[in-house]
């Protein structure tokens, strides 16, 4: 196994690569010959594990917090940036169950400060949530273990068939803790 600060700095790694891929897959225009080229069209999907094996956790909690507070601190900042990209991004939140978060799914980037304003308020969100921990709401709401499949399936659905660049991340402790989730 790794060590705390092993697993810590791989934790800081995702985040900064969550943030890299956006910024990559929004890739602003590029000048060729003096004319602007469009942007390639991106699906990025954030899909957010939100079991009791992190919720229950206040260390872990913490750590996935911190990311995501970080990352809505990059996406504030990098607005100007992110506005030339052609993304869409949406934000699914699971456990024993998976569900689109409210208000934070199809998010059009292109020319739309709002949207990247939206998004980052998201990311804000969901950080808070983690550190809040595990609640009655919530656990109604998507459960406590730990159900990938259904993860993936539903943040699919915001990838369409046709997407030049679909980028689904996976954030999660990487504890299964199902009983009887796949």
């Known amino acids: 196994g790794r060590t705390r600060e092993q697993r810590s700095i791989a934790r800081r790694i995702v985040a900064a690569i969550a943030v890299a891929g956006l910024l990559v897959v929004s890739g602003g225009g590029s000048v060729v010959s003096g004319a602007e080229q469009a942007p390639d069209s991106s699906d990025v999907v954030l899909v957010l594990d939100y079991s009791a094996s992190i919720l229950n956790d206040a260390q872990n909690r913490a750590r996935f917090a911190g990311a995501l507070e970080r990352m809505d601190d990059r996406v504030d900042e990098l607005s100007p940036e992110l506005v030339k990209g052609d993304t869409t991004v949406s934000l699914v939140q699971f456990a024993s169950e998976?569900?689109?978060y409210e208000g934070c799914t199809?998010?059009?980037?292109?020319?739309n400060p709002e949207a990247v304003a939206t998004f980052a308020d998201c990311l804000r969100s969901l950080g808070e949530a983690y550190r809040n921990g595990l609640s009655p709401g919530l656990e109604d709401a998507?459960?406590?273990?730990?159900?990938?499949?259904?993860?993936m399936e539903q943040g699919a659905e915001h990838l369409p068939t046709d997407s030049v660049r679909p980028t689904m991340l996976l954030f999660t402790d990487g504890r299964h803790d199902g009983g009887g989730a796949p």
């Open 98 to 100: 998976a569900r689109d």
């Open 106 to 111: 199809d998010l059009q980037l292109l020319d």
């Open 142 to 151: 998507i459960g406590i273990d730990t159900n990938y499949v259904e993860a």
